[in-house]
């Protein structure tokens, strides 16, 4: 096998939907199995990004057939998932769940080994991504068995430096040591391209601006919009949207009262979205807060400056003036001036583009991957 020590068994789950942390729990899971370690994905759903077969990838779908039974207004989703993981535990003879948003996957995973009751050893890993400290797991409803299952759990990983301290200051979480493993990217899909295929998406003379999303509050779509439309009253330009979620309607409204929709592209969501970022000229990412921005580092990896918030992990990431700009969350005037500017300069957009791919390489699988192998064979130990 290529990774260091012996394989390991390990059970992945996710939420197999369109997101970041989804997406980090499928590469990570693929890029695993290519290193020799057999991978069982465990979700309600085959995961967005887990395309056709891969030696050693299993997927082991959770059976909620029950969810119209008329007593369950709410099916107990948490239970059903509990239940699977230790089936496919024992079953499969698992070391390890590796279980990614903390909510409610730190919980059913520490169900699962309880419920082994010592008939065989598992550890369990969680993995935090963001909303599920940052948002979710504030709740009052969600606080304290957040806490508890992140405390429960044989290690705790975050995506970034900035999502650590999150952790530590909103849950104390005395008794865990939160390490960081960042984002990666796999840079044999996400590279920069050749520049063919700008034909297909936008006119000749537009500059290409992009955004990927889910579309959710957080992200500030309609700031997409509102620093797109500076950009295009400044130079012809095209902004292409990819994904969906509650913001897109209001995006699409945004998007009108500007005058601007004409050179807006919706596309929803999309499986792989590599030759769209490979002919972006820019990348806009205005969250509210990214513990990281993991579609940021994409369209890098592709050779798109980004232009984002100084907000949450983003910084660990965006260098401004370097391989990208940050403007305060809102500062739409600010975000679209800098653009405009950097759209304008060819050879400081070359070497902010340059720059860009150079820190993807940094969070290259090759180099991320690694850790958490490591970290396996140490709980494991
Ligand atoms: O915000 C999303 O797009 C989805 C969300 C998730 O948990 O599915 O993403 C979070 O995890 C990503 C992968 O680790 C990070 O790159 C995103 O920054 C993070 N989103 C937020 O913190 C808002």
Redesign the pocket.
């Known amino acids: 096998m290529e990774g260091s020590g012996r394989a390991v068994k390990i059970g992945i789950t ?2 197999p ?8 729990a499928t590469e990570l899971g693929l890029e695993l199995a290519r290193r020799g370690h057999e991978v069982h994905f465990i979700t309600y759903d085959s995961p967005f990004r887990l395309r056709g077969y891969s030696e050693r990838v299993f997927f082991h779908q959770v059976d909620t057939r029950m969810g119209r039974y008329p007593l369950f207004d709410h099916f107990p989703y948490t239970l059903a998932l509990a239940s699977k993981q230790h089936e496919v535990v024992l079953r499969e003879g698992l070391d390890l769940l590796h279980v ?2 903390a909510i409610p996957h730190a919980t059913t995973a520490y169900l699962a080994r309880e419920m082994l009751n010592g008939e065989r050893r598992l550890r369990v890993i969680t ?1 935090l ?4 400290i ?2 979710v797991g504030q709740e009052s409803s969600f606080y304290a068995i957040t806490k508890f299952s992140i405390e429960q759990s044989d290690a705790v990983t975050a ?2 430096t900035y ?1 650590r301290d999150e952790t530590y200051r909103a849950f104390g979480c005395v008794t865990c040591d939160l390490k960081v493993i960042p ?1 990666f990217v796999n840079l044999q899909e996400y590279r920069p391209g050749s520049g063919n295929g700008r034909a297909a998406i936008a006119p000749e003379a537009h500059k290409i601006v992009t955004h990927v ?2 579309f ?1 509050e ?2 500030r779509v309609k700031d997409v919009i509102r620093v797109f439309a500076r950009i295009q009253h400044a130079m012809p330009a095209t902004l292409v949207m990819i994904g969906d979620g509650p913001e897109r309607v209001d995006a699409e409204n945004e998007a009108r009262d500007l005058g601007v929709s004409g050179d807006v592209r919706f596309l929803g969501r999309l499986d792989t979205v590599a030759s769209l970022l490979q002919v972006s000229d820019l990348f806009l990412l205005p ?11 994409e369209a890098m990896a592709c050779g798109s400056p980004v232009v984002a918030t100084r907000a ?3 910084p660990e990431v965006v260098d401004d003036g370097v391989n990208g700009i940050l403007e305060p969350v809102g500062s739409v005037e600010a975000m679209g001036r800098r653009a405009v500017e950097l759209l304008r300069d060819p050879a400081r957009h070359t070497a902010m583009r340059d720059a860009a791919v150079a820190t993807a390489q940094v969070y290259s699988a090759d180099r991320i991957v690694p850790m958490y192998e490591e970290l396996y064979h140490e709980v494991l130990r």
């Open positions: 996710c939420y939907t369109y997101g970041g942390s989804g997406a980090v990614h948003y993995t991504h963001g909303t599920d940052t948002l995506v970034s999502l984002n999303s889910n959710r957080v992200k969250s509210q807060t990214e513990s990281f921005g993991l579609a940021a580092l949450g992990g983003l």
